[in-house]
């Protein structure tokens, strides 16, 4: 792929490129023989670059270490660097917006693919930088961008699905009082990071799960406010669980850490997602749902070095586990099998496309 400019931005900012990634959990499988590249319709654009050729970047609008986007987001890049060859480097914004503009301009000076995450983040520069580079293709993850270009596609996660599952195993266990760290109230809770259509797709999915199984239960929702304050989680939980709350279903990143040290210290359930949270309270995570943002920037980094033609709106769920809920050995044990056997069913129906569970509007 044609490189645009040959001077890279010299600006005065603190901005961290990193080349070094954490292990993913579970590698994709290794790459099939590529096929022939195809022409692309007006609405689709080709990558025509060969792995060893091919510079990723990505944009974090906060920071590694987030276990959350951004740490899954950098274990497909290392991935694809082993399997692909590829090059690539993660520019970090650490919440800071006034660094965004001139990361995603250092990025499209010198990389062929970038993935611009969360792409909401940076939404302010996303059209002025497609059209100066119209070489390089912009990957707007975690969500649909509002502009068309033939040169951004969006990557986004039907987390509604996975959070369905999490609802169904939620209200089918939080009146079974026989169960320590369970009470009789029929009361689930919800902490979300923050009130966005993205975290509100995670609760709509879980609220309608929760009514499969009985619509009197009530789900009772807070947001933290931010992503990144445990302190606070933790808060929102406690008072959740003095309401009655013995299940709390936690989409709120490294904020949700909060939840998770408030339910091993009061010995309540939690469901985490994004990543497996059962090490930080083994015994009291009832199930993780994955947004699994490694396997869909690597599917995206295979496409364009097999020279794949790439839709330009990628958003897949439980059909292609891009979305999954993950259980710990111990809660595979500790749940009951009808839970297990009722999640496995409907986790079928809504891959097979035979259960639909509606999205956020």
Known sequence: ??????????????????????????????????????????????????????RVAMLCSGSLGDTGIFDMGEAALKQAQEDFGITYNILEGKDDPSLYYEMMQTAAADHDMIFVNPGYQFDSYLEEMADAYPDVLFVYADGTASISRDNIISVSYREHEGSYLAGLMAAMMTTRDDIEGINADKKLGFVGAVDSPTINNFLTGYEQGVASVDPEIEVIHMYVGDYNDPATGKEMALSLFDQGCDIIYAAASNSGDGVSAAAKENNFFCIGVDTDKTPQAPENIMGS?????????????????????????????????????????????????????????????????????????
Request: charge should be negative; charged fraction near 20%; include cysteine.
């Open 1 to 54: 792929m044609k490189k645009l400019l040959s001077v890279v931005l010299a600006s005065v900012m603190v901005l961290s490129l990193s080349a070094c990634a954490s292990t993913p959990a579970a590698a994709p499988a290794a790459p099939a023989e590529a096929p022939a590249a195809a022409e692309a319709p007006a609405e689709q654009m080709t990558q025509e670059a060969k792995g060893s050729d091919l």
């Open 289 to 361: 749902m994955l947004k699994n943002v490694t396997t869909s920037f690597y599917d995206v980094i295979k496409a364009g070095v097999n020279g794949e033609t790439i839709d330009v709106v990628q958003r897949k769920g439980l059909a292609d586990r891009w979305v999954e809920m993950l259980y710990s050995d111990y809660m595979k044990s500790f749940l009951p099998e009808d839970v297990m056997a009722a999640v496995v069913k409907a986790d079928e129906e809504i891959a097979a496309g035979t259960l639909t569970v509606e999205e956020f509007h």
